[in-house]
T-cell receptor, first 113, second 114 residues
Framework: EAQVTQNPRYLITVTGKKLTVTCSQN?????MSWYRQDPGLGLRQIYY???????DKGDVPEGYKVSRKEKRNFPLILESPSPNQTSLYFC????????????FGDGTRLSIL | AQSVTQLDSQVPVFEEAPVELRCNYS??????LFWYVQYPNQGLQLLLK??????LVKGINGFEAEFNKSQTSFHLRKPSVHISDTAEYFC????????????FGAGTRLFVKA
């Protein structure tokens, strides 16, 4: 079954404590991206990756890092989380160069206290 | 740069009635257009997309959308909704060139009443 898997699904943590949200896809997709979803704002793209070792900033990259060492994995790293990063996060992947995400994970709800 | 405006934050409608969810976009370059649906506690699913060709695009679950270049709109329609269509719907746009960047609207919550 085609899947994008995110972990953890829920996390409550404190300001400044580094965390990583993992994302893995089993479809051999080249394109992967991270979004955050906030009420009234829709989804905003944080980072995206066109292939291994190829990443670029989206619209709201501040405070986040990503890496793409393997095709299937695209972790999102918050080096020093702050309360304004409390949000619902989605990872997505695509094989399609028409630039749209095809498959989404089920989301990770982060609360930064 | 692109932007997307979904004109209604909430749309209540009775079961079996028709519905239209409105989306306008702005862009200085040619774009692709998409609609996604998000059910509670789930990720987004692609409903339909406009890449080129016919301006009327049919998607899954009986939805369709019409691309209107002169009005820069991409409204989503369904002739008869079901309770199970209750969800949040997102319009999105991406430039035909310029990497894998997609801009989403703020979403429209469709609430279908019995």
């Amino acid at each position: 079954e085609a899947q994008v898997t995110q972990n953890p699904r829920y996390l409550i943590t404190v300001t400044g404590k580094k965390l990583t949200v993992t994302c893995s896809q089993n479809m051999n997709h080249e394109y992967m991206s991270w979004y955050r979803q906030d009420p009234g704002l829709g989804l905003r793209q944080i980072y995206y990756s066109m292939n291994v070792e190829a990443t670029d900033k989206g619209d709201v990259p501040e405070g986040y890092k990503v890496s793409r060492k393997e095709k299937r994995n695209f972790p999102l790293i918050l080096e020093s989380p702050s309360p304004n990063q409390t949000s619902l996060y989605f990872c997505a992947s695509s094989s399609d160069s028409t630039n749209q995400p095809q498959h989404f994970g089920d989301g990770t709800r982060l609360s930064i206290l | 740069a692109q932007s997307v405006t979904q004109l209604d934050s909430q749309v209540p409608v009775f079961e079996e009635a028709p519905v239209e969810l409105r989306c306008n976009y702005s862009s200085s370059v040619s774009v692709y257009l998409f609609w996604y649906v998000q059910y509670p506690n789930q990720g987004l699913q692609l409903l339909l997309k406009y890449l080129s060709g016919s301006t009327l695009v049919k998607g899954i679950n009986g939805f369709e959308a019409e691309f209107n270049k002169s009005q820069t709109s991409f409204h989503l329609r369904k002739p008869s909704v079901h309770i199970s269509d209750t969800a949040e719907y997102f319009c999105a746009v991406s430039a035909r060139t310029g990497g894998f960047k997609t801009i989403f609207g703020a979403g429209t919550r469709l609430f279908v009443k019995a």
